[in-house]
Every structure is written in C-alpha cells, then in structure tokens.
C-alpha cells in the first residue's frame, strides 16, 4: 500500500512538473484541457486518476512549485541571527529569487496568465506567511518588534509585496514605484513596531537599479 | 465638433453599460469578442469604432462603473466632519456600497470573473486611493494623523481591503475572518499613527454578523 501511494505521488509530481511548463508556456487562460492532456501524452482516463480538472491541476502545480521554494528559503534562513536581521535576510532571498527567475516571471506577467498569475501570489502569501509569521514572534520575545498578530501581519505585508508592487498588475510606472517601495517600507516598520530605518535597506535597493 | 464628441461619449458610454452586464452575466472569460457583437446588436465596424479589443472595452466599463461609485461616495462625503469621523464615514458607505450590490457581487466572485474581477479592485484602488488620501492629508493637519506618504498609504490600506479580505480569493474561512480584521484595524490604526481604538468599529462590524 505505502508503495502503491508512493508510486501514485510520483508520477503525480512528474505530471504537475509538466503540467506547471504546460500554464507557464501556453498561457492559462488558452491551455484547453484536451490539449494538457494531449501534451502529457496519456489518456483521458488516467488524467482524471490524479487530477479532477484544470483548475484542480493547475492549484496542485502552483502548490508544489510555491513548496519547492519555501523549502528553499528554509534552507539558506539562518535562525541564529536576530529576528530583524533574519527577516532582512529572508526579504533579500525573496528578492534574489525573483529576479533569478526573469524569464519566467515575464511569462508568468504575460495577460494569457493573470489567472494562474493570481493563483500563484496567493499560494505564497498562504505558504510564507507562517516563515515569516515565525521570525515576527522571534523580535517580539527579543523586545525589538511589538505584533499582536504575527501571522495576520505578515500575511498583510506578503500581500503588499506581492499584489502592491506589482508593477504589471497596477501598471505603475518606473517614476513613481520608488515611493510605493519607501511608503511599504515605513508601513512595514511601525506594523512590526520596529525601530525607524530597520527595513531602510529596501528602498535603497531600488534606488541602486 | 463638440456636437459630435459629445454624440460619441453618449453612445460609447451606452454601450460600456450593455458591455458591464454582458461581463457579470456571462463571466469575463467566457465572453468572445462576437458575442459582444452580436449582443450589443451593432457591427464589428462599429465596435471598432468605439473600442479596440474585448480586454480595452472590459478596462473602460469598469472605469466608468468604479468612477460612478467615486462620485457616489464623494457626495455622501460630510467634508465638515474631522478627518477620523471622516475616513470611518468613507469606510461605512463602502462596506454598505459593497452588501447592496450582493447580487452582481457573487457573480463578479465566480471563478469565470477571475480576471475582470482583478481589474475591478484594482480600478477601485487606484480611483478612490486619492479621496482617502486627502482625508488622510486633513488628518495629518489636524495633528490626529502622522502619515509620510498620504496617497500611497491609501493605496496600501485599499488594497489590503480588496485583496487580503477577500474571503473568495484566499478561501478563508469564516472562522479566521475575524482574526484577519482585526489585525487590519490594527494595521491601518498603526500606518495613520493614529490613536488605539480611533477604527475599532471595524472588527465591532465583524463581530456582528
């Protein structure tokens, strides 16, 4: 039986592999299903054994791949830093990360992808938040952050950055993006009661591009 | 000349009131391009004429609905009141606003309206950001309120209203909402540097339901 379902998660994450290039290449909103199933080379049958429809397997793509990430993330956080330089840290990953991904985010950016693309900021709101949620708690025990709500707040500000800043999603232009990041910035430091210039780190990057 | 322009803008917003019903009722995705046509009754020429493309004439409908709505709240606005009366006055009409409309709301949420939903709160945000942000302003002046970045601060609190609370996008439960509510009222009391309890109505509103 434990082999049975191993065999079954296996080949399940082999499809949503492809099925994740599938969204990313073709555009969500075009990928009929007959052509997922078509481009998967299986049958009908054997689509509906691991997943029940396209939504269904594009949720299951996105959840696997926003996995992937997190546990990335995971790895290179350092948990013997102090809880603001920790989250510094995890903001500079978050960051490096997505510019690593320049040729997939334009595909991800591309308007055939909105949906998939709305589907995959909430997925790593929901899976960075309780990261983040945890590193918050950190600060309040060492006294430099002040958070009634760890996991609220740092759902709120993974929200901001993710939807805010979007500069296709709001089609803001260059000249006026530097001000949202400094404003997000200083929203950030009083929702987590920290010191001034704690996060001031952020929009100095922006100014260097 | 004028004549003319005005004949234009009639018939064009005539046709942006049968595009918006055509999008609520037959969902955003599933709409063609000569669906549209055929509905509105005219030729393809003439849409032309009006319109460039399905995605352009969705964009102006919900301009021109988010815009009647601005206007809307501008003239429930009591401009005399103090600015935290004010903002709670501003935040009351559009939770009213928002149950009024609960009809064409469960369409606009259905999984077909993804896309045209986004465009919606992102309208919604970008045209009411600069109301909010001059009340935020006149509380800035009347000392009750210390904001650095008044319009994008609005901006921020808007879209963590239209996004982070939207039940249907994040599928939250009905029993984290609350949490989710109260950490935005604190959020939003911290990001105005406003007084504990000046937006408690907010979560009191919840709590209610």
Chains 1, 2 share one sequence.
């Not at 969204?23 to 691991?50: C, K, P, Q, V």
């Not at 990335?72 to 330089?85: F, G, S």
Request: hydrophobic residues 40%; glycine residues 4%.
């Amino acid at each position: 039986m434990a082999r049975t379902n191993k065999d079954f998660n296996n080949k399940r994450n082999e499809l949503l592999e492809k099925i994740w290039n599938i969204f990313i290449t073709n555009g969500y909103e075009d990928t009929t299903l007959s052509f997922i199933i078509r481009t998967l080379n299986i049958s009908r049958g054997a689509f509906y054994h691991y997943f029940s429809s396209k939504e269904e397997c594009a949720d299951a793509a996105i959840e696997m791949y926003v996995k992937r990430w997190s546990k990335e993330i995971t790895k290179q956080d350092v948990k013997e830093l102090k809880a603001d330089e920790r989250l510094t840290q995890i903001i500079l990953i978050g960051i490096q990360t997505a510019s690593n991904n320049s040729e997939q985010n334009e595909k991800i950016n591309s308007s055939s992808n909105a949906i998939f693309h709305q589907k995959l900021m909430v997925s790593i709101i929901k899976q960075f938040a309780p990261i983040y949620a945890e590193i918050i708690s950190q600060g309040v025990n060492e006294g430099i952050f002040n958070v009634t709500y760890p996991l609220e707040t740092a759902e709120m500000i993974l929200t901001l950055s993710s939807f805010y800043l979007d500069i296709d999603l709001f089609k803001w232009n260059e000249g006026t993006i530097t001000s949202k990041v400094t404003a997000f910035e200083e929203l950030l430091t009083r929702s987590l009661g920290a010191e001034n210039n704690t996060f001031s780190f952020i929009s100095k990057l922006f100014e260097l591009r």
